[in-house]
């Protein structure tokens, strides 16, 4: 990887992870961007789908099931939008789970780079097998 391809990638996970800020989530705060010709176009972080409350956790402080993932929230917002994910690059700010990482193949996304890894690498290993460019960047 380039020099300058690198320094973008470190300035988008920086936004990433302050994007990531936006959740409501306690346990963990993971946010999400979709790059495409150096220009973000799509966000998500992870939280509750639209109209529900905004509170993640059970009063066991276990996840919701219909909590969203970041990946999931951002690709679904370019699915909205006049935009096409197909050769963008996700920026997350945690690896992807499997689930996420389908949906990334879908979309067409050729790229993911993330900032922290998560205790399953399912999801990661999925992408590589499909040929997804995966590139972990550890925080800086």
Request: proline fraction near 1%; charge should be neutral; hydrophobic fraction near 35%.
């Amino acid at each position: 990887m380039d020099e300058k391809q690198y320094k973008l990638d470190q300035r988008y996970m920086r936004m990433a992870r302050i994007w990531a800020e936006n959740s409501y989530c306690e346990r963990r705060k993971v946010g999400a961007l979709l790059v495409k010709n150096q220009m973000i176009i799509s966000d998500g972080y992870n939280g509750t789908p639209s109209g529900f409350e905004n509170k993640c956790e059970d009063e066991n402080n276990v996840s919701k099931a219909y909590v969203l993932h970041a990946e999931a929230n951002a690709i679904t917002k370019v699915a909205r939008s006049n935009n096409s994910s197909d050769g963008a690059t996700l920026y997350v700010t945690a690896s992807p789970c499997i689930e996420c990482s389908k949906l990334i193949i879908q979309s067409g996304i050729k790229r993911v780079v993330y900032g922290e890894k998560y205790r399953i690498m399912d999801g990661v290993e999925l992408l590589e097998r499909a040929g997804v460019e995966v590139i972990f960047l550890e925080n800086q």
